[in-house]
C-alpha cells in the first residue's frame, strides 16, 4: 500500500492570550519552543511548516522557517490545519502545537508508527482526560471535506470535531509527554523540570552494521534521551538505522539493560545487533 | 579467565594445557572454521568484531554456568577476533572431565550459548563481491512485516 507523504505542520498562530507573550518564541533549554518543536519533526517527516496568520510572516521567531499562512477564514488551529491541507492536496499532516516541551522523539515515532490513513486522523488519548489530542495528531488529506463542512456549521474545535468524526485513538507512551505550556506558572514549572532534566552527556559505542551506518565507532553527544528506548529512536531518525528497536538489545555500562533503564549523565550506551559469533 | 579473545591464530596446544588435571579421564574440544559457503553464497573470507567488554563478562559467565550444570573438571573458551580466511579457527572450547559424557555436554553446552548470547558479529565477504553482516542484513529488510506475524501468531 503506498501512504499519502506526511509533512510536519507546527501551529504558532494562536494568540497566546493566558500566557500574555508570545508561547511560539518562549525560550526552553536555550532555544524557542518553536525551533525546539521543528528540529523535532525534521528528524521524522521530509518537510516541517510553521503555520501563520498574514500578519506573522516577519515575525523575528519565525521568519527563519518554511510557513504556511491562514488561507481560509476563521478562529483556531482547524485555520491552521485547513491552510496546510489546502496548499498540498493529498499530503496527510503531523500537526503539532508549538508548546508541548516534554515531547519526545519516542512519542513522535510511536504516532506515526501506529497511523492509520483509513481513518480521517490519528491522535493520542490526553492523559488527562482520555479525550483526542488533535494537536499532537496525524491528520489524514481525506479530512479536508468534512473540515470544511464542520467550521460550515459554526463548529470550531478540533478536538471536537475528532471526537464526532471519529480518530484512531493511540495511548502516550509517557503520560507527561503532552504537558502544554499556558501561563507563566506552567512555563516556569516546565523549564524548571526540564532544568533538572538538562541534556546529559552520554557515550555511544557502535559495532558491526551500526557502525557502518552511523559511520563512526563512538562518539560523546548530549541528548534528552531518558532511556535506551528514547536513544535508540533519536539516534535511528540522525543515522537512518535499518534494524528496527525490536531486533536489538542493548547494553549500558557493559551489561545487558532493559529498553526502560533511566539513564545517567556521562552512561555508555552501545545497542547490540543480532549476533554471530562463533 | 574462562573465556577470552585472541586477535590472532588460537593456538590449542597452550589452550589444552590449560585444562590438564589429574583428576581428568579425558578432555573434549570443540573447533569451529571459517567455511568457504553460507545460504549458497560461496564466501572468500570473514570479519568477526566483538564488544569484548561485555563479551568476556558474558563468555565467563556461560563457562560458570557449565561448570555448575555439570560435572567437569575445567573449561575455556577462546574466540578470535580480526579478519580469517577459509579454514581459519574462528572459536576453541575445551572441557576436561572425569567422565567423557559430561565433557561432551559442557562443551556442546558453552559452544550453543556462546553463539546465542555474546555480542560478536561476523562479516562475510562473497565472491560475488559483496558483503554483508550474518543475521543483520536480510532481516533488516522488512523488520515490522515478521513482528506483527509474531504478533499475530501470539494473539489470533
Keep these: 500500500m503506498s501512504l499519502e507523504p506526511i509533512y510536519g505542520l507546527i501551529l ?7 500566557m500574555q507573550r508570545d508561547k511560539a518564541a518562549l525560550i526552553i533549554q536555550g532555544k524557542t519552543q518553536l525551533d525546539r518543536a521543528f528540529e ?3 528528524r521524522h517527516v521530509s518537510r516541517v511548516f510553521v503555520s501563520v496568520r498574514a500578519d506573522q510572516t516577519s515575525d523575528p521567531a519565525r521568519a527563519h522557517l518554511p510557513m504556511i499562512v491562514d488561507s481560509v477564514e476563521g478562529t483556531g488551529p482547524i485555520v491552521g490545519i485547513r491552510s496546510a491541507l489546502a496548499a498540498h492536496p493529498g499530503v496527510a499532516w503531523l500537526v503539532l502545537a508549538c508548546d508541548l516541551p516534554f515531547l519526545s522523539d519516542t512519542a513522535i515515532q510511536e504516532l506515526l508508527r501506529r497511523r492509520d490513513p483509513s481513518a480521517l486522523a490519528t491522535a493520542y488519548n490526553s492523559a488527562h482526560d482520555g479525550l483526542p489530542e488533535p494537536l499532537c495528531a496525524v491528520w489524514e488529506a481525506s479530512a479536508a471535506g468534512l473540515l470544511v463542512a464542520y467550521q460550515a456549521a459554526g463548529g470550531h474545535c478540533p478536538r471536537k470535531f475528532l471526537i464526532r468524526h471519529g480518530a484512531q485513538l493511540i495511548d502516550l507512551p509517557d503520560p507527561r509527554a503532552l504537558d502544554n505550556v499556558n501561563t507563566p506558572e506552567e ?6 523540570a526540564l532544568d533538572t532534566l538538562p541534556p546529559m552527556q552520554l557515550r555511544i559505542q557502535y559495532y558491526a552494521l551500526m557502525r557502518e551506518q552511523a559511520g563512526r565507532s563512538e562518539e560523546t553527544l548530549e541528548t534528552l534521551a531518558a532511556t535506551p528506548a528514547d536513544l535508540y529512536t533519536e539516534l535511528a531518525a540522525r543515522y537512518g538505522f535499518t534494524l528496527s528497536r525490536e531486533q536489538l538489545k542493548v547494553a549500558v555500562n557493559s551489561e545487558f539493560s532493559d529498553w526502560s533503564r533511566k539513564l545517567a549523565a ?10 554471530a559469533g562463533g | 579467565m574462562s573465556f577470552r579473545f ?6 590449542t596446544e597452550s589452550a589444552r594445557r590449560e585444562l590438564q588435571d589429574l583428576g581428568a579421564g579425558g578432555y573434549v574440544s570443540f573447533e569451529g572454521w571459517v567455511r568457504d559457503q553460507n545460504e549458497g553464497q560461496e564466501v572468500t573470507r570473514l570479519e568477526y568484531e566483538a564488544f569484548q567488554e561485555l563479551a568476556v563478562k558474558e563468555g565467563d559467565r556461560i563457562v560458570a554456568e557449565a561448570l555448575r550444570r555439570f560435572p567437569v573438571k575445567h573449561a575455556l573458551c577462546i574466540h578470535r577476533v580480526g579478519s580469517l580466511d577459509l579454514g581459519d579457527m574462528a572459536v576453541w572450547v575445551g ?10 555436554d559442557a562443551c556442546r553446552y558453552i559452544i550453543d550459548e556462546v553463539k546465542h548470547r555474546l555480542p560478536i558479529w561476523k562479516k562475510e565477504h562473497y565472491r560475488s563481491g559483496n558483503s554483508g ?4 542484513e536480510r532481516c533488516a529488510v522488512e523488520p515490522q512485516h515478521s513482528h506483527a506475524e509474531h504478533r499475530r501468531a501470539a494473539n489470533p
Design chain 1, 40 to 42: 523535532l519533526l525534521s
Design chain 2, 133 to 136: 553482516w550474518v543475521n543483520c
Design chain 1, 266 to 275: 556521562n552512561d555508555a550506551v552501545v545497542f547490540i545487533p543480532p549476533v
Design chain 2, 6 to 11: 585472541t586477535q590472532t591464530s588460537i593456538v
Design chain 1, 12 to 18: 504558532a498562530g494562536g494568540a497566546s492570550k493566558r
Design chain 1, 187 to 192: 512555563y516556569s514549572q516546565a523549564v524548571a
Design chain 2, 95 to 104: 572441557v576436561s572431565s572425569a567422565h567423557r559424557g559430561e565433557a561432551f
